[in-house]
Nanobody, 117 residues
Framework: QVQLVESGGGLVQPGGSLTLSCVASRSIDSAYALGWYRQAPGKQRELVARIISGGSTNYADSVKGRFTISRDNAKNTVYLQMNDLKAENTAVYYC???????????WGQGTQVIVSS
């Protein structure tokens, strides 16, 4: 079993920035995919950004150029740097990790991001 703990959410004004962190309870060296998803009220959970083993990344069209996903294997941590935040980015953000050799995907408990003036 793997625990993922997110942090870094909060209230920010439009145009502001936040950095989300997700710390895993085990090494992420063998993770083949690490991602951030979000779920806004009344909407389905959606992919925000994902980083694949080897370093390739993909982003939701709505966040390209504003959000950056990165990983620090030494700290067992995946980050989501969010710049130029907009009201429509308000959601609960979830970390997701999948490991080689493990059929399960792991989710964090979520961290709330509210973008409001």
């Amino acid at each position: 079993q793997v625990q993922l703990v997110e942090s870094g959410g909060g209230l920010v004004q439009p145009g502001g920035s936040l950095t989300l962190s997700c710390v895993a309870s085990r090494s992420i060296d063998s993770a083949y995919a690490l991602g951030w998803y979000r779920q806004a009220p009344g909407k389905q959970r959606e992919l925000v950004a994902r980083i694949i083993s080897g370093g390739s990344t993909n982003y939701a069209d709505s966040v390209k150029g504003r959000f950056t996903i990165s990983r620090d294997n030494a700290k067992n941590t995946v980050y989501l740097q969010m710049n130029d935040l907009k009201a429509e980015n308000t959601a609960v953000y979830y970390c997701n990790v999948a490991f080689y050799g493990d059929i399960r995907e792991y989710w964090g408990q979520g961290t709330q991001v509210i973008v409001s003036s």
